[in-house]
């Protein structure tokens, strides 16, 4: 890498002052509504929606003045990359707030927390849950596919995978399911679009797995994702779907107990 002129340097730092304001002024309103919520017995579910919008467009500056400084001083902003992941990471807790974190859950475990949020419509709640998944992609992206955070992404796509499910009401969704009611297109894309993640975060954590960590708990994630994929199809009543889901839970369930075999013995030998 060249040298880098004080007139680059200098361009730089005037463009990105605007972002930077910015991103000072959504922390600022961050902190402003953590207090009313703290201070509040109930009704905090729409303002943590609010929260984790407010996370995710905080994430767009960080990542507006990364681009700033691959396109002005030819180098990425590492620490601009990394506020823009933890602050996709915020944004998911915040949901989990609303929502649950449950991967794998009977929907009345949750029920209670999703009538707290009832009049979110289904159009906005699709936006939210496409708002994440692009703003976490393009994180990724700017990191490069060869970055240190490679894996860690799994974790947080996963736990964006759970609250974009547990935003879908499926105590109504079944009847909501003809074209005829109002917000049909959103309910469905977002029934497809969570369908497709669960999918993407079991084949993630399982490839994580056998790629990265050989830990157990990341064949075990991957199997819950699985398993809520199931339990999905069962409540619609797909059930070609959910048999074939069920078929392969079980060629996983079976390699994970070969593996863990295998595992045992060779800790076995390790000590004797």
Not at 68 to 85: T, W, Y
Not at 149 to 174: C, D, M, P, Q
Not at 236 to 262: H, I, N, P, Q
Request: glycine fraction near 4%.
């Amino acid at each position: 890498m060249g040298k880098i002129s004080n007139e680059a340097r200098q361009q730089y730092f005037e463009r990105i002052k605007e972002y930077k304001q910015n991103a000072e002024a959504i922390l600022q309103r961050e902190k402003s509504l953590l207090k009313v919520i703290n201070a509040a017995q109930s009704g905090s579910g729409y303002k943590y929606l609010v929260l984790a919008d407010e996370r995710l467009n905080l994430a767009s500056f960080y990542l507006l003045q990364n681009a700033l400084s691959v396109a002005l001083l030819g180098v990425k902003n590492e620490a601009f990359l990394n506020d823009a992941r933890k602050s996709c990471y915020q944004a998911v807790i915040y949901l989990e707030e609303v929502v649950s974190k449950f991967v794998d859950a009977p929907f009345s475990d949750y029920t209670e927390m999703l009538e707290e949020i009832d009049g979110f419509e289904d159009e906005k709640r699709f936006h939210l849950v496409r708002k994440i998944g692009f703003t976490i992609q393009s994180v990724e992206d700017a990191f490069g596919k060869n970055s240190k955070w490679r894996w860690s992404f799994v974790e947080l796509e996963g736990r964006y995978t759970t609250v974009a499910k547990n935003l879908i009401n499926f105590k109504t969704f079944v009847a909501g399911m003809d074209p005829r009611v109002d917000g049909y297109p959103s309910r469905m894309g977002h029934l497809d679009l969570v369908v497709r993640l669960l999918t993407q975060s079991a084949d993630r954590y399982r490839e994580k797995y056998e790629l990265s960590t050989l830990r157990m708990d990341d064949f075990k994630h991957g199997i819950a994702f699985l398993s809520a994929l199931k339990r999905i199809h069962t409540i619609l009543g797909e059930v070609d779907k959910a048999e074939e889901v069920k078929k392969k839970l079980e060629v996983w369930k079976a390699k994970m107990d070969s593996d863990e075999k295998t595992q045992a013995q060779q800790k076995k030998r390790a000590v004797s």
